[in-house]
């Protein structure tokens, strides 16, 4: 009976952290983008500068794989659960407006439901 409301209280545990590691990527791209004029081209950038940890700046956190794109212009960063149904139920977006979005089912995307 323990075992079910354990791996989904583990489940939540990894989509709150999926979802602050996504807030803070907003925020320190926002400062290493006034410090260095343009977004970062990689988490590794990102962690390079001091802005986030060894963790994040390499992908996986949590239970769950980010993949970070830049642009010439903007940024985005996915999170993914390294296994669906099993380290997450969701998987989330975010980009430069700062708003995060989810997906039940795929990759969540520009065009995906903001979380609440």
């Known amino acids: 009976i323990a075992i079910p409301s354990l791996l989904n209280a583990r489940k939540a545990g990894n989509e709150a952290s999926a979802i602050s590691s996504?807030?803070?990527l907003s925020?320190?791209?926002e400062q290493y983008r006034t410090r260095f004029q343009g977004y970062a081209a990689n988490l590794n950038a990102l962690q390079t500068a001091g802005y986030i940890d060894s963790?994040?700046?390499a992908g996986r956190k949590s239970g769950y794989t980010?993949?970070?794109l830049k642009t010439a212009s903007t940024w985005s960063c996915s999170a993914s659960p390294v296994s669906a149904g099993n380290d997450g139920d969701r998987h989330f977006f975010i980009d430069q407006s700062a708003v995060i979005r989810f997906n039940a089912t795929s990759a969540a995307r520009v065009t995906s439901e903001p979380i609440d």
């Open 27 to 29: 925020t320190v791209n």
């Open 55 to 57: 963790v994040l700046g």
């Open 66 to 68: 980010f993949n970070y």
């Open 22 to 24: 996504l807030r803070t």
